[in-house]
Each structure stands twice: as structure tokens, then as C-alpha cells.
């Protein structure tokens, strides 16, 4: 009788304890999808204030970008933006940094990933067809000629460090704010070196607004790009940093200039993701190396120079790139009606420019100072090289692939 109170009792006892095991799991799983929901409500309200300044100033840069004089002189809504960021930045935005950094954080970091995956709507594999394989063969070598030209002038003969080096590099040779933009999560750049490398793309794509309309008056009689005016779009495509600017320089030369100059520049701005791709894994293997040259010694526990093997590490992909490709691919498709495309590049501006004025936000007017020349002057240089070198590279590829 004992034996059998045991075996009730043990079962009650099992039974009850497995019940509320049973019970009490719902609890905890409502207890949790409680806490989550409360930490986005949390999350959201930290970046809000910074989201909404962000956002008010590229509302603004807009707005002042319809401008028709600013339109005429290239002056895009990026770099409205970006000038509208740092005059906030260096006066009243460090009295609500605090409160806004969060928001102005994501503004610069998510929605520029985002806005560059956007500008691929701006682009079709057809655009390639457009220029022929002359001009693809131009674009790719006045891009690798002018990034490496700017590797090696800037760290070499001037001494700046390789990081504002290769944002400029980047700007002067695909497609400008949007390319240094693009290019600083790979670079892992500082916010005034990305303000410096914007800054030289400004000073010397306006330059070229107003030059460029004058070589093609001297191209007539010259004829060093023979084709007329639409080899001489091909030209401005492949040579002009922003795509603003090239469209203000190549409609003061001829509208047919316009045409092919847009589009041997997006041609050039197609080339960003391949690019930041192979940029990425070139830093990658270049740290690694650097890092097993400098391996302390375990005997010493100096830094001493080894003849090991580099260090393997984690390659930084940049996912947004094949993103970019990937919304190229799909709008070649034409499967979205043009409205919607125009409404979502709309989007992807305000996007950029939001970017663009967190950026502004962040960057420090002494820290700019701190520069020095050394930046305009590689600026400089590369540009130089993109009016003489890109019209003898458009010249000798035409004389080859007619």
C-alpha cells in the first residue's frame, strides 16, 4: 500500500511540475517579444531627433537645388547638402549632439548604404551599348590610371595620409560626392578626410564646367578627339567628376555632346561596385601583410620584421556593391513602371542628401584646416591629368577601336 502512495504521489508530483513548465513557457516568450518590442520603441526614439535633422537640411538642400542658376553651374543637391551640414555643425549642432549623434550616425552610415544600392535605378546594362566598347575602354582607364596616379602622388610625393589620398583618388576618377561617399565604409575613413576629398570634387568639377566648353571651341580647330561633338561628350563623360557637372559642361557645348557625355558617365559610375570590391580586398590583403611584418617577437616582445606568412583577415565585403549591381541588373529589366523609377530616385537624393548633411554634421571646420594644401594640390594634379591624360586616352582608344 506504501509502495503504491509512492508511485501516485511521484506521478502527481511529475505531472504538476511538467504543467507548469508547460505554463509558464507562453509567459516567457511574451515576456520576451515584450522586451524586444520595447527596445526598437527605444532604438527609434534615439535616432529620431538626429533623423529629423538630418532630414531637414537635405529638405532644404532640395529645395535650394531646383535652383536654376545652381543647376546651370553644376552645384548639385549633395553638395548643398553637405555645405548646409557644416555651417549647422560648426555653430548651433553641438549644443544637441548629445541628443542627435544617434540619428545623425544612422543618417550617414544605414542611409548611405542604402542610397547607394537606390542609384543603380539610375542605370541599365544598355547604357554600355550606348558608348560602344571604345568608351567602356576609356572609363576603365581613366578610372585605374587616375586612382592609381592618385595612390601614388599623394602618399608619395606629398605625404598625406592614405586615406584622404585614395577619397580623392575615388572622387576624381568614378563619379564624385556620391563615389567618396560610397567608398568611405571600405576606406574606414574619418569624417573631415571624406569633407576634404567632397571638397576638392566641388572646387574642381566647377572648373571644369566653365574649361570644358572652351577646349571643345579649341578641339574644333585642333582635332586631337576627332568625332565631333559626340566624341567629345565621350570625353566629358569619362574626364568630369560629378554627374551634375558633366551635364552642366556638356550642355554648353551641344546637346548632342549631352547625350553621350551622360551616359559615358554613368557608364563610369557602373564601374563603382567592381571597383569597391577590389579595393576592399586589396586593403584587406595589405593590412594582413603590414600586421605579420609587424608581429611582436615572443621572446623580445618587440615589434620585429618576420618573413612569416600575413596574418589572415576578415575581408570587409562591401554587400551594398552587388546591391548596387543587383539593382542595376533589375531595372535593365524594365519591369517597373517609369513613375515608379522616378519616384524611388527621388527617394534615393533624399537619401544621399541626408547622408550628406549627417556628414556635414560630423565634420569639424579646424579639423579641415589640419589638411592643409596638400590635398587641393593632389587635386589639382589629378585633375590636370583628367583634361590632358583623359583627352590623349579618348584619342589613342578611338584611333585603336574606332
Not at 551640414?85 to 544612422?106: C, D, K
Not at 561617399?181 to 576634404?196: D, F, I
Not at 564646367?209 to 572652351?214: A, E, K, N, S, T
Not at 592643409?372 to 583634361?387: R, S
Request: hydrophobic share 55%; net charge positive; glycine share 8%.
Amino acid at each position: 500500500m506504501s509502495a503504491l502512495y509512492i508511485r501516485f504521489t511521484a506521478y502527481a508530483y511529475i505531472k504538476n511540475t511538467m504543467s507548469t513548465k508547460v505554463t509558464a513557457r507562453p509567459s516567457l516568450t511574451a515576456q520576451s517579444r515584450g522586451r524586444i518590442s520595447g527596445f526598437k520603441i527605444q532604438s527609434l526614439l534615439r535616432v529620431l531627433p538626429g533623423l529629423a535633422l538630418s532630414g531637414a537640411l537635405a529638405a532644404a538642400a532640395v529645395m535650394l537645388g531646383r535652383i536654376g542658376w545652381l543647376q546651370d553651374h553644376g552645384i548639385s543637391t549633395l553638395t548643398l547638402a553637405i555645405v548646409l551640414g557644416m555651417l549647422v555643425g560648426n555653430t548651433v549642432f553641438p549644443r544637441v549632439a548629445e541628443i542627435s549623434g544617434p540619428g545623425v550616425n544612422f543618417s550617414k552610415q544605414r542611409l548611405l548604404r542604402l542610397g547607394v544600392i537606390l542609384y543603380g535605378l539610375r542605370l541599365t546594362v544598355q547604357d554600355i551599348g550606348h558608348v560602344g566598347l571604345a568608351g567602356a575602354v576609356i572609363d576603365t582607364l581613366v578610372l585605374g590610371s587616375t586612382f592609381g596616379l592618385a595612390c601614388f602622388a599623394g602618399i608619395r610625393w606629398l605625404g598625406m595620409d592614405r586615406k584622404t589620398a585614395m577619397l580623392i583618388g575615388v572622387g576624381s576618377s568614378i563619379c564624385g560626392a556620391a563615389a567618396v561617399m560610397a567608398a568611405e565604409p571600405v576606406v574606414k575613413a574619418r569624417a573631415e578626410q571624406v569633407t576634404v576629398a567632397v571638397a576638392t570634387v566641388v572646387v574642381f568639377g566647377t572648373i571644369a564646367i566653365f574649361l570644358y566648353p572652351l577646349l571643345f571651341q579649341l578641339n574644333l580647330q585642333w582635332q586631337l578627339i576627332p568625332g565631333g561633338a559626340d566624341r567629345f561628350g565621350i570625353y566629358i563623360g569619362s574626364t568630369i567628376h560629378e554627374v551634375a557637372q558633366v551635364v552642366a559642361a556638356a550642355r554648353s557645348v551641344d546637346p548632342q555632346a549631352a547625350d553621350t557625355a551622360v551616359i559615358a558617365k554613368m557608364v563610369r559610375v557602373m564601374m563603382l561596385a567592381p571597383f569597391l570590391v577590389m579595393l576592399s580586398v586589396w586593403l584587406t590583403r595589405d593590412e594582413a601583410k603590414h600586421a605579420a611584418r609587424n608581429k611582436p617577437s615572443p621572446a623580445s616582445g618587440e615589434h620585429t620584421v618576420s618573413h612569416l606568412k600575413p596574418t589572415k583577415a576578415k575581408l570587409p565585403v562591401p554587400w551594398f556593391a552587388f546591391a548596387f549591381v543587383g539593382m542595376v541588373m533589375f531595372n535593365s529589366l524594365n519591369l517597373l513602371p517609369q513613375s515608379v523609377v522616378t519616384t524611388a530616385i527621388e527617394i534615393d537624393n533624399v537619401f544621399l542628401a541626408m547622408a550628406m548633411a549627417a556628414l556635414g554634421l560630423s565634420t569639424h571646420i579646424s579639423s579641415i584646416r589640419k589638411a592643409g594644401i596638400q590635398p587641393l594640390l593632389l587635386a589639382l594634379i589629378l585633375f590636370v591629368w583628367l583634361v590632358l591624360g583623359g583627352a590623349l586616352i579618348n584619342r589613342w582608344v578611338f584611333a585603336l577601336l574606332g
